[in-house]
């Protein structure tokens, strides 16, 4: 493999890149072809998992590491990268020495973080391994860097192969009878995800497609039905209906609002552990609250909510009087993006709020105690196996941009590995891949095969 990569032009790594439909499997999905294909001096592989009871990525470094290093390398290869970092938290000792060995002589590093939330984060990441800010708004790139997933990485030196993303590494935990870490085909059902690890534990449960903190409730059981595993699932928890983490997130917006005008006391705690605040953003979340509880017009104030990474510490963690400002910084941020209303406030990094970030940098430990999930930290899910459904429903949106067209049709026969769904003409996405080999049943948002 580092013979293959070491002969390609930097044009033939992201053409690579790009047919095996590689997104960022950290965060929304962002098409890793267009991510890479840019100059910066350092590469970071992010392997922090910050988010509580997650276990996949460990699980890829744990098997591999020496294809995350090529992935790395070809990265570091196609951006022009002179330096390169893996990130992982000091707890992950065995991992740490796995990757030193392989790292002797190549000159990537390895950097260890404290277990704090968000660490994977990565603005946060940026700022812990450099101490540099990323400006509001900005992008990694803006400080001359690009950070990467392990799982992504694992991805692009599957791609320097020829081997496109049809596979998930996915944790089931939480109320389930048998907890672990799973490998699926893209597009299998939540539903059976869960029956594959012996069923819920407890009746009625309510799932979290990826983590406690920021990730998507399924609360009925259409929305369970329906569900399945894309290239950006990582965790599928369940827990008990009610449970705290299910009440905030079913609260209306006109709760919400109610709230927030009779109860946010404008003590600042949301803003002063912020983590964005926190390496010197201008997000100061509380002005936010106070306008979103008063409905006033104060566009520059109420702004301030695009720079929110809706991680939910604010809400979660930091608010004394159980309030929302996250979820309310994401409704502001859809209204503004509807109405195309852009950040009107400075863009500065003021170095000053990063003093005492030491201080208030929020454990995982105790943050899951605050949350409602201590009982299942001490879980950890080993490898299960892998898994392969009779049918797949693959969503042709699963990245950040345009959705994939497919290129099949209804009664096609396709094998796994082929591509089933492009990139539309002049617009950003990314390829869609069998996942199973079968027959075609249907095409509409999603592709359904059956296995033959």
């Known amino acids: 493999m580092r013979t293959l990569q070491n002969t390609l032009s930097r044009d033939q790594l992201i053409s690579k890149i790009k047919a095996a439909g590689v997104v960022g499997e950290g965060g929304a999905g962002f098409p890793a072809h267009v991510k890479y294909d840019t100059k910066v001096e350092t590469v970071i592989a992010n392997g922090c998992e910050c988010e509580p009871l997650l276990y996949s990525d460990q699980y890829i470094m744990q098997t591999c590491a020496k294809s995350i290093v090529t992935g790395m390398k070809a990265v570091m290869q196609a951006s022009g990268a002179e330096q390169g970092i893996i990130a992982i938290k000091k707890k992950y000792t ?28 990565e603005q946060i990441l940026i700022h812990e391994i450099t101490g540099r800010t990323v400006p509001p708004l900005g992008l990694p790139k803006d400080q001359d860097m690009v950070v990467a997933n392990v799982g992504t990485l694992f991805g692009v030196a599957n791609a320097l192969e020829d081997l496109p993303v049809t596979q998930k590494i996915v944790t089931v935990t939480g109320e389930v009878a048998t907890p672990a870490v799973i490998s699926v085909p893209v597009g299998t059902p939540v539903r059976e995800c869960i029956e594959f690890c012996q069923g819920a534990s407890v009746k009625d449960p309510v799932v979290v497609l990826g983590g406690p903190m920021m990730g998507k409730f399924l609360t009925t059981e259409q929305e369970i039905d329906q569900a399945v595993v894309t290239k950006t699932v990582g965790g599928i928890i369940l827990l008990p209906r009610n449970h705290p983490l299910h009440q905030a997130a079913s609260l209306s917006l006109e709760t919400m609002q109610i709230r927030a005008a009779t109860a946010c006391i404008q003590c600042r705690i949301c803003t002063e552990l912020c983590p964005r605040y926190l390496v010197g953003q201008g997000f100061e979340t509380h002005r936010v609250m106070r306008v979103f509880a008063g409905g006033s017009q104060d566009l520059e104030s109420a702004s301030q909510a695009m720079m929110c990474c809706e991680c939910g510490v604010c809400e979660l963690f930091a608010c004394p009087m159980g309030l929302s400002p996250r979820r309310i910084n994401a409704e502001l941020k859809n209204r503004f993006r509807l109405g195309n209303i852009q950040y009107q406030g400075p863009k500065e990094v003021i170095p000053n709020q990063s003093l005492f970030r030491d201080y208030r940098k929020v454990p995982t430990p105790r943050l899951a105690t605050k949350i409602g999930i201590g009982a299942y930290m001490d879980i950890h899910p080993a490898f299960l196996g892998s898994y392969s459904p009779d049918q797949v429903s693959i969503p042709l949106s699963q990245h950040i941009g345009a959705p994939a067209l497919a290129v099949v049709s209804p009664g096609d026969t396709v094998q796994k590995g082929d591509c089933i769904a492009d990139i539309p003409d002049k617009a950003m996405g990314a390829r869609i891949h069998a996942s199973i080999s079968g027959v075609v049943q249907s095409i509409d948002q999603s592709i359904i095969i059956k296995g033959s």
Not at 103 to 108: E, M, Q, S, Y
């Open 94 to 121: 065995a991992i740490s020495q796995a990757f030193k060995q392989i790292l002797a002589d190549t000159g990537i590093q390895i950097f260890e973080l404290d277990n704090f939330y968000p660490a994977g984060d």
